[in-house]
């Protein structure tokens, strides 16, 4: 296993164009989470999976953005009619109950 | 005010200097955790610590959990340690990380 995956490591696309992202965490690894990070700040939670189960979402994720995890495996984040605010970095984590984390290398989204 | 906060914002340090980062957090917290953040954006976690002190190489970290604060000391500094630390606090029952806004470190040779 060689830690967390997240595809595209870039994508800029248009502004009101829909993006989709992946997040692959550590086989078995129950806990999933996204955050977003823009220049200069640390990140911010945006949601959280256990196994299929999303527990929690931030008042940050708008009803443009949804995020998945059909089979308690990878996760997907799909941002709907993107915004030149939505640019950012997107990191994926994943834990098991109880350790530490391990995050992705991030996607970095630029909408022009 | 942000419930972890970290100081300095940005520190810049010569090669060999020993350096500390601190944090503070004002929320009820299971866990602590530092990581490192290089440019390009991949964040690696160096710690994670509930009580007392861990140690990796040239890295210490320590937690306060009575004063709610936690320290990252780096020994013998070398350029490659510059990067952004970021400290972050596991608290609640979903156990979410609460990040504060991080430390950009420099170290010159």
């Known amino acids: 296993d060689t830690g967390v995956s997240q595809d595209p490591r870039h994508k800029i696309t248009k502004r009101g164009q829909n993006v989709t992202f992946r997040c692959d965490p550590i086989s078995e690894h129950n806990r999933l989470y996204w955050y977003r990070q823009t220049l200069g700040q640390g990140p911010e939670f945006l949601t959280y999976?256990?196994?299929?189960?999303?527990?929690?979402k931030s008042r940050l994720l708008s009803d443009r953005f949804s995020a998945e995890r059909p089979k308690g495996s990878f996760s997907t984040l799909e941002i709907q009619r993107t915004e030149q605010g939505d640019s950012a970095m997107y990191l994926c984590?994943?834990?098991?109950?109880?350790?530490?984390?391990?995050f992705g290398s991030g996607t970095r989204l630029t909408v022009v | 005010k942000n419930e972890v906060e970290q100081s300095p914002q940005n520190l810049t340090a010569q090669e060999g200097e020993f350096i500390t980062i601190n944090c503070s957090y004002s929320?009820?917290?299971?866990?602590l955790h530092w990581l490192q953040q290089h440019p390009g954006g991949g964040i690696v976690s160096l710690f994670m610590l509930s009580s007392g002190k861990k140690k990796h190489g040239r890295l210490i970290a320590t937690i306060n959990i009575q004063e709610k604060h936690s320290s990252l000391h780096i020994t013998a500094s070398h350029p490659r340690d510059s990067a952004v630390y970021i400290c972050?606090?596991?608290?609640?029952?979903?156990?979410?990380?609460?990040f504060g806004k991080g430390t950009k470190l420099s170290v010159k040779p």
């Open positions: 999976f256990q196994n299929e189960a999303q527990l929690e």
């Open positions: 984590a994943s834990s098991r109950t109880g350790y530490g984390y391990t």
């Open positions: 929320v009820g917290i299971s866990a």
């Open positions: 972050a606090a596991l608290g609640g029952s979903q156990g979410n990380l609460i």
